[in-house]
């Protein structure tokens, strides 16, 4: 392993959405499908201190609403279909979006963290 001042800055926008390691970039942050990994495989940053709260699940569920309000509007003006339709149609597709918009607003947040805190999480560098 180098030293803690070795490690160039890294996007947090690309290691972010990519899921990746804050610091070197290349191993993966999660160990599951939302649970951030111990610590990285590659450089071995301990990433049990970034965490994220409930920034990215608030700006989820701010985005997904107004995306999911704007498509059922522009549904029920384009085919007025019956109240089923919708109670059958946005459940799964909110399900879906929130899964995959979590990882990546979890992952830009967790990257922010370490870009704006890295001194904490690398010895002092």
Partial sequence: MTRPGAWPPRSPLATG??????RCGTGPLYAGLLAVAEKCSVCGLDLGPHDSGDGPAVFVILILGAITVALAF???TLAAP????????WP????????ALLRPAKGLL????????????????
Avoid: K, Q, S, T
Avoid at 116 to 125: C, K, V
């Fill in 82 to 89: 019956p109240i089923w339709v919708h109670m059958a149609v």
């Fill in 74 to 76: 522009f549904l029920e």
């Fill in 92 to 99: 799964p597709v909110i399900v879906v979006l929130a899964i």
């Fill in 17 to 22: 959405l990519g899921c990746r390691c804050p």
């Fill in 110 to 125: 967790i990257a922010l963290h370490y870009r704006n805190l890295r001194h904490e999480y690398d010895g002092g560098a």
